[in-house]
């Protein structure tokens, strides 16, 4: 089965990196990193990861993984990403989402009456693609998965590994990755978070988005 | 204050991005991603992250954070990164490890008579270097924080950006990244998990080390 990453300047490091932890080095899953150009792309904070080649040249996916970025303004620019998410997604098995890569599949036409979640920040914005925002943090509608922010791209891809692969092999990935969570605060979530800790979340995010730049 | 993450051939994709994302992005922090010598460093499931300088260029580190890998062999024989680590490491306010990066702390002299974790294949592993293996998910020992397997560098580096920034940043962070973590099965552990599942974690993991190939 072909997992494809699909890759971008800006895109969120972690968006990335946690699905990709989880279904990488499995023998039944072959996964592509693939860009609408192949070579080095910055993430949103700065770290630089290569795409290994460009979509028109991706094996035709089985699996899609969308990550998410604090800029997306840059990957809805991108119109050979956008129309290959288009022409793909809906006949891949799974099309799948972390955080604000929801937005990318909703301009790409894949979430027209469809239930998806995303960054809490960006929950209202679903609903221009004709999306109705949900609150849980994996959502699973028709073959589209969609994540909450960031690190909830972990969550999605036990799931999705779980359909594909059986449940035995996701858990097995979750004690490979020591996946047992134990966060020291109880402050992941915008419905436990108090408003002061809201305030700083929304201007950290929004001072680390301002201070991208495109190459 | 600087973060140096230590980057080498075969680390664990991760193991660096995890604790990357969580303290990338913020304004007291200036963060390098070093390696032996600069440039494109394969982890051990295929992805290439840059290092963007050499560790003899870096700034002097005041945090430090060393990722695991399923390869331990590769770093190991790092001459330049263990020397760096011996050098540095002692004198930065916290040096921390991820997963089997705790084996590089220790074959630094990092370790010696300390409480330590590492990912549960590798714990008894850290007697070699006079360490004393732990239970716990995240352990803080004079100026050493180690975490156990991969995924665990999250909680570790919110248990350290709240040493470093106080608790309102690290619950802003935590918001930022959506980390509520809700995984599918509770499988994260080893003593969670059913011993067919550690069976087949362990073999996962055993086959993927052995495809890895230096550069």
Same mark, same amino acid.
């Given at each position: 089965?072909?997992?494809?990453?699909?890759?971008?300047?800006?895109?969120? +490091?972690?968006?990335?990196?946690?699905?990709?932890?989880?279904?990488?080095?499995?023998?039944?899953?072959?996964?592509?990193?693939?860009?609408?150009?192949?070579? /080095?792309?910055?993430?949103?904070?700065?770290?630089?990861?290569?795409?290994?080649?460009?979509? =028109?040249?991706? /094996?035709?996916?089985?699996?899609?993984?969308? %990550?998410?970025?604090?800029? %997306?303004? *840059?990957?809805?620019?991108?119109?050979?990403?956008?129309?290959?998410?288009?022409?793909?997604? %809906? @006949?891949?098995?799974?099309?799948?989402? *972390?955080?604000?890569?929801?937005?990318?599949?909703?301009?790409?036409?894949?979430?027209?009456?469809?239930?998806?979640?995303?960054?809490?920040?960006? @929950?209202?914005?679903? =609903?221009?693609?004709?999306?109705? /925002? +949900?609150?849980?943090?994996? *959502?699973?509608?028709?073959?589209?998965?969609?994540?909450?922010?960031?690190?909830?791209?972990?969550?999605?891809?036990?799931?999705?590994?779980?359909?594909?692969?059986?449940?035995?092999?996701? =858990?097995?990935?979750?004690?490979?990755?020591?996946?047992? %969570?134990?966060?020291?605060?109880?402050?992941?979530?915008?419905?436990?978070?108090?408003?002061?800790?809201?305030?700083?979340?929304?201007?950290?995010?929004?001072?680390?988005? +301002?201070?991208?730049?495109?190459?």
């Amino acid at each position: 089965m072909n997992v494809v990453f699909v890759l971008y300047e800006a895109m969120t +490091a972690l968006d990335l990196v946690g699905p990709y932890q989880v279904l990488s080095g499995l023998p039944d899953l072959r996964v592509t990193l693939a860009a609408s150009e192949s070579g /080095p792309k910055r993430t949103d904070s700065g770290m630089i990861i290569h795409a290994e080649c460009a979509l =028109r040249d991706a /094996p035709e996916p089985d699996l899609i993984v969308v %990550p998410g970025t604090g800029r %997306p303004d *840059v990957p809805l620019a991108d119109a050979a990403l956008i129309a290959w998410l288009r022409e793909n997604g %809906p @006949r891949a098995r799974w099309t799948c989402s *972390v955080c604000t890569g929801a937005l990318l599949l909703g301009a790409a036409g894949l979430l027209t009456g469809r239930r998806a979640t995303t960054h809490w920040l960006a @929950r209202e914005a679903l =609903r221009q693609f004709g999306a109705e /925002p +949900a609150h849980e943090r994996v *959502v699973v509608d028709g073959n589209v998965i969609s994540a909450a922010g960031v690190s909830a791209g972990i969550d999605m891809a036990l799931t999705l590994l779980s359909r594909v692969s059986g449940e035995n092999t996701a =858990r097995a990935v979750q004690l490979g990755i020591e996946y047992d %969570p134990q966060p020291p605060f109880d402050s992941g979530s915008a419905d436990a978070a108090a408003p002061q800790i809201m305030e700083l979340a929304t201007r950290l995010l929004s001072d680390a988005a +301002a201070k991208f730049k495109p190459s």
